[in-house]
């Protein structure tokens, strides 16, 4: 048994805590929200992310940051990624060195352009940090639908470790040491799948999306591995698997505040009515300036920067993304000149 803090009670840092404490673990969840605190502790449950999920009573629910961090062996970092920061520097003083942190928040920190695994290692320089991503919808986790994910870690026995500390009979986890391409799949899949549901809502097919998914990976692919990330990484978990899972799901928030853009709503509304943080906004901007910083083209990227923040019609984006330059599909490719 392990002793294992969340640090955020969003939905998917509530759904991997009852995982945990299924699991047999020692679980606390802490938040910074009194509000959230106090409907945890009363109700047993998160009546607005993950209604009629009912917490295991041995899971602890604590609001003094101190008390959640101190002599865990595990400490899961599921705040949203616009806070991943800020949380960092609160609990800083309280990691021991060679604490495990786990990062499960998908993003880029727009101000400096950073993975979310970076801004944790440069606020707490002593803990290990790796990161849990993948295909992997809070609300079917919760409820012990099958899932698979990928953990990435700077050691194999780090890996090794956080993996015994997730697997379970409905969860099932690979270990990668490619922390930077996993980081960037989970969250450069977000920005995909705005343009996915953006296609949706404008009533468009099946073709369209499967287009704009097949390009969206290549756009993935380059950004990423010019960044460091391992072309594999891409084509696995949380490449494919985690575009596929959120461009295609009512679960995805991203592709939800899409669908209400490709129906018209402006941004500012489409945010409003999906009351959550949309990652994949937060995420463009970085995306497109991580793209131009190392000569990379991303085309889908910088039409759904055009949606999001220039108000330009979404039908006009997706023309100028058909009417591109003609060019091969893959440019390493060549005929023979016999």
């Known amino acids: 048994m392990k002793k294992v803090t969340f640090l955020g009670a969003g939905s998917w840092g509530t759904a991997l805590a009852i995982l945990c404490a299924n699991n047999g673990h020692e679980v606390t969840i802490w ?19 993950l209604p ?5 009573d041995s899971i602890v629910i604590e609001e003094n940051e101190e008390v959640a961090c101190k002599d865990r062996d595990v400490i899961v970092m599921s705040v949203a ?34 993975p979310l695994c970076d801004v944790i290692k440069e606020e707490i320089p002593q803990a290990d940090v790796a990161v849990l991503s993948g295909p992997s ?3 079917e986790v919760s409820v012990g639908m099958p899932t698979t994910v990928v953990v990435g870690a700077t050691s194999e026995k780090t890996a090794l470790y956080i993996q015994d500390v997730f697997m379970g009979d409905r969860f099932r986890v690979y270990t990668s040491p490619d922390i930077i391409g996993i980081e ?6 977000n920005v995909i799948a705005l343009a996915a549901g953006i296609i949706d809502g404008m009533g468009l097919g099946d073709n369209t999306k499967a287009a704009l998914m097949t390009r969206g990976i290549v756009e993935i692919c380059r950004l990423g591995v010019e960044m460091g990330g391992n ?15 959120t461009c295609t799901s009512n679960h995805s928030r991203n592709h939800n505040c899409g669908y209400l853009l490709g129906k018209g709503k402006t941004l500012e509304e489409a945010k409003e009515e ?18 131009n910083r190392h000569h990379v083209s991303m085309p889908i990227v910088e039409q759904v920067n055009a949606v999001l923040f220039e108000n330009k019609p979404a039908e006009k984006a997706l023309q ?11 440019s390493n490719l060549s005929w023979d000149k016999r």
């Open 137 to 139: 919808h809070a609300e």
């Open 31 to 49: 938040s910074k929200v009194q509000d959230e605190i106090d409907m945890l502790r009363e109700k047993r449950e998160h009546l607005y992310r």
């Open 184 to 189: 960037l799949g989970g969250s450069l899949k």
């Open 274 to 291: 999906i009351k959550q943080v949309v990652e994949g906004v937060n995420c463009a901007k970085a995306a497109m300036d991580l793209a």
């Open 320 to 330: 100028d993304l058909i009417k591109r330059e003609r060019i091969n599909e893959y």
């Open 231 to 245: 072309m594999e990484t891409f084509f696995g978990l949380s490449g494919i698997g985690d575009l596929i899972v």
């Open 81 to 114: 990624s616009p806070y991943i920061r800020d949380t960092a520097k609160l609990v800083s003083a309280y990691i021991s060195k060679n604490q495990i942190i786990v990062n499960v928040a998908k993003g880029l920190e727009e101000a400096t352009l950073l």
């Open 52 to 56: 009629g999920v009912k917490l295991p």
